[in-house]
Nanobody
Framework: QVQLVESGGGLVQAGGSLRVSCAAS????????MGWFRQAPGKEREFVAA????????YYSDSVKGRFTISRDTAKNMVYLQMNSLKAEDTAVYYC????????????????WGQGTQVTVSS
């Protein structure tokens, strides 16, 4: 079992930056991927970014590539999402997730989810 707790969401103006964090506890296997998905009101949950726990390979959606950076600290069991040049369309609840995720961009590949943290970007 893996428990995930997100933090760091909030309100930011368009063009600003925000970092959300995810604290993981439990058994995290080296083969796991840790990811961030987001869900805006009335929309489906969508992939944002992911990172392999061992090796650190990263994956990004086209909509955030070049603006967001995912990272992890394996010693602290933490995953971070640094979000720069934020846009109003980035407004959503951001969820941290973990799992074997052979295909890191697919929601169905993940086994564990946090409760989410709200990110609101004002235009």
């Amino acid at each position: 079992q893996v428990q995930l707790v997100e933090s760091g969401g909030g309100l930011v103006q368009a063009g600003g930056s925000l970092r959300v964090s995810c604290a993981a506890s439990g058994r995290i296997f080296g083969s796991y991927a840790m990811g961030w998905f987001r869900q805006a009101p009335g929309k489906e949950r969508e992939f944002v970014a992911a990172i392999r726990w061992s090796g650190g390979n990263t994956y990004y959606s086209d909509s955030v590539k070049g603006r967001f950076t995912i990272s992890r600290d394996t010693a602290k069991n933490m995953v971070y999402l640094q979000m720069n040049s934020l846009k109003a369309e980035d407004t959503a609840v951001y969820y941290c997730t973990a799992g074997r995720a052979r295909i890191a961009t697919l929601l169905s590949e993940y086994d564990y989810w946090g409760q989410g943290t709200q990110v609101t970007v004002s235009s």
